[in-house]
Each structure stands twice: as structure tokens, then as C-alpha cells.
């Protein structure tokens, strides 16, 4: 089993790489990244053997290198954890960082993902999994910079499968509730206690891997059980 994994070293794609490799280590591992340290500190809990790693700190410049990759690694699986935390009220979105959003939460992950699509096809065989968010499903107050694309990564998954089917494709998304990473730093109010944590993503994802080849899931909510707020 060849797994990309995009966003591998943030604090939810870290949880997947780890989790697969413990519990699936015949799986071989593209990672994708943009930070050198944070890569760095991943690679030493990883088995060399089965784990190689591509920089995409450029994705839109790099194309074909990114693209020719991929061909060359022969992959099964792509997961897509990329994205960022963005928040504002609707009367104070500043116009850039609403770009900003839209790159790091929709442009980027359809991008890699339509580059990993495109091996699929001819191939007749692939499994797409997006980790999206609760945010893609319901608006949330101060969502007006993140909401929109979360909900625009589901209608491209959505997009996904319905055109892929035919070709034996799967396109699966995750809708996590709240999850402890280094978002939080940036959301405006904050749960004091009930949060999800990264593993609880990455069980998610074995769930789906470990499926049957029969078997398909195309959304997966991983909700919050009892969120107390500050």
C-alpha cells in the first residue's frame, strides 16, 4: 500500500503518519511538507525504509516536479490534511487574508489532490480522504474567513466522486470537530475542555483504510461528545 500523505508534519497529518506506519508498517509513505525542522523531527520517528519526504513549501511552481513524484511513487492512497486557521467577523475580513484562507484551505489540497486524481484514472484504482472540518458542514460565528472553503473542499469532494466512481475511485472526507492543535492559538474563543484530539483523526483514517475494498464511506463526522467553553 502506497500512501501520499499532504500536510504530514502538522499536528493532524503527524498523528496519521505515525498511526499508519505503527499499525500498518508494510504501508510505503510519501510525506509532503513545507516546514524543514518540524520534517526533520517526523523522519526520526519514522522507519527510513518505507518513508521518503517532498517539500512543497512552492506546490504552483514545482508542478511537474510534485506531479512526476507522485508518478513515480505509485500510490493508492492520498490523504489531504492540509489547511489553516483564519477567523474574523463578516464586517472585519480583510481582503488578503481571505486569499490566504482560500490557498491554504481549498486551493492547495484540491491542487495536490487533483495531481494524485489524475494517477488514479488510468490506473482504475485510488482512495482520496480528505480531513476537512465541522466548519465545512455548519457556519460557525467568526467563520467568515474559513467556513466558505471548508465548504467549498466538500463540493469538490463531492465533485470527486461522483466523476471517479466510474473509474473505481473512492473520495472519502473527515469533518472533525474541534481538535487540539496549534489552531486554537488563533480561534477566538476557545473549549476548556472536551476537545478531540489528533489521534482521534488518525483512528478515523485507519478505520477507513482497513475497510473492505467492497466497502465505502464518504463522510465521516467526528463530532465533539461535550464541549465546556470558557
Given at each position: 500500500?502506497?500512501?501520499?500523505?499532504?500536510?504530514?508534519?502538522?499536528?493532524?497529518?503527524?498523528a496519521?503518519?505515525?498511526?499508519i506506519s505503527?499499525?500498518?508498517?508494510?504501508?510505503?509513505?510519501?510525506?509532503?511538507?513545507?516546514?524543514?525542522?518540524?520534517?526533520?523531527?517526523l523522519?526520526?520517528?519514522?522507519?527510513?525504509?518505507?518513508?521518503?519526504?517532498?517539500c512543497?513549501?512552492?506546490?504552483?511552481?514545482?508542478?511537474d516536479?510534485?506531479?512526476?513524484?507522485?508518478?513515480?511513487?505509485?500510490?493508492?492512497?492520498?490523504i489531504?490534511?492540509?489547511?489553516?486557521g483564519?477567523?474574523?467577523?463578516?464586517e472585519?475580513?480583510?481582503?488578503e487574508?481571505?486569499?490566504?484562507?482560500y490557498?491554504?484551505?481549498?486551493?492547495?489540497?484540491?491542487?495536490?489532490a487533483?495531481?494524485?486524481?489524475?494517477?488514479?484514472?488510468?490506473q482504475?484504482?485510488?482512495?482520496?480522504?480528505?480531513?476537512?472540518?465541522?466548519s465545512a458542514?455548519?457556519?460557525?460565528?467568526?467563520g467568515?474567513?474559513?467556513?466558505p472553503?471548508?465548504?467549498?473542499?466538500k463540493?469538490?469532494?463531492?465533485?470527486?466522486?461522483?466523476?471517479?466512481?466510474?473509474?473505481?475511485?473512492?473520495?472519502?472526507?473527515?469533518?472533525?470537530?474541534?481538535?487540539k492543535?496549534k489552531?486554537?492559538?488563533?480561534?477566538?474563543?476557545?473549549p476548556?475542555?472536551?476537545?478531540?484530539?489528533?489521534?482521534?483523526?488518525?483512528?478515523a483514517?485507519?478505520?477507513?483504510?482497513?475497510?473492505?475494498?467492497?466497502a465505502?464511506?464518504?463522510d465521516?463526522?467526528?463530532k465533539?461528545?461535550?464541549?465546556?467553553?470558557?
Amino acid at each position: 500500500m502506497n500512501i501520499i500523505i499532504a500536510g504530514a508534519t502538522g499536528d493532524i497529518g503527524k498523528a496519521i503518519t505515525i498511526s499508519i506506519s505503527q499499525h500498518l508498517p508494510e504501508a510505503k509513505l510519501l510525506l509532503l511538507y513545507r516546514d524543514q525542522e518540524k520534517k526533520a523531527l517526523l523522519s526520526k520517528q519514522l522507519s527510513p525504509s518505507n518513508t521518503q519526504f517532498l517539500c512543497i513549501q512552492h506546490p504552483f511552481q514545482n508542478k511537474d516536479i510534485i506531479f512526476n513524484t507522485f508518478l513515480k511513487f505509485q500510490p493508492q492512497i492520498f490523504i489531504c490534511a492540509i489547511g489553516d486557521g483564519f477567523y474574523a467577523k463578516v464586517e472585519n475580513v480583510d481582503l488578503e487574508e481571505l486569499d490566504k484562507s482560500y490557498e491554504a484551505n481549498f486551493k492547495i489540497p484540491f491542487f495536490l489532490a487533483q495531481l494524485a486524481y489524475k494517477i488514479f484514472l488510468p490506473q482504475k484504482k485510488g482512495h482520496i480522504i480528505f480531513i476537512n472540518s465541522i466548519s465545512a458542514l455548519e457556519g460557525f460565528p467568526y467563520g467568515s474567513l474559513y467556513c466558505p472553503f471548508k465548504f467549498a473542499l466538500k463540493g469538490a469532494a463531492e465533485v470527486m466522486a461522483k466523476e471517479g466512481k466510474r473509474y473505481g475511485l473512492k473520495v472519502s472526507s473527515i469533518y472533525p470537530g474541534i481538535v487540539k492543535t496549534k489552531l486554537l492559538d488563533k480561534m477566538p474563543f476557545v473549549p476548556k475542555k472536551g476537545l478531540l484530539n489528533p489521534e482521534d483523526v488518525a483512528q478515523a483514517v485507519l478505520y477507513l483504510l482497513k475497510l473492505s475494498p467492497y466497502a465505502e464511506v464518504k463522510d465521516l463526522l467526528l463530532k465533539n461528545n461535550n464541549l465546556a467553553w470558557r
